[in-house]
């Protein structure tokens, strides 16, 4: 059974830091590319990191500098790790995976941010 689990999302004060986590069971991890995205109420969700098997990474531009995408295919894990966090960042974050038996997302995580 694929699953994917979001965690580590919770309350920051603008400026800080928060990392977050997916961990995948069900999937061949190292094939997949891996992203996240957020989305806040009235609004589409948006991609905001993703990492490809190859390990390559991209990024929207509003967290180039302060947002990183990692993956450890050994764990089955990716982790966003959100430096100078603004308030803007608050938003539901979702992990994706996509692959050649199509695309899973996880329940999201909430991070709020206080000013």
Do not use: H
């Amino acid at each position: 059974q694929v699953q994917l689990v979001e965690s580590g999302g919770g309350n920051v004060q603008a400026g800080g830091s928060l990392r977050l986590s997916c961990a995948a069971s069900g999937f061949t991890f190292r094939l997949l590319t891996v992203g996240w995205y957020r989305q806040t109420p009235g609004k589409q969700r948006e991609l905001v990191a993703q990492i490809n098997r190859s390990g390559v990474t991209n990024y929207v531009d509003s967290v180039k500098g302060r947002f990183t995408i990692s993956r450890d295919n050994a764990q089955s894990t990716a982790n966003l790790q959100m430096n100078s966090v603004k308030p803007e960042d608050a938003a539901v974050y979702y992990c994706n995976v996509q692959g050649t038996y199509g695309t899973y997302w996880g329940r999201g995580t909430q991070v709020t941010v206080s000013s």
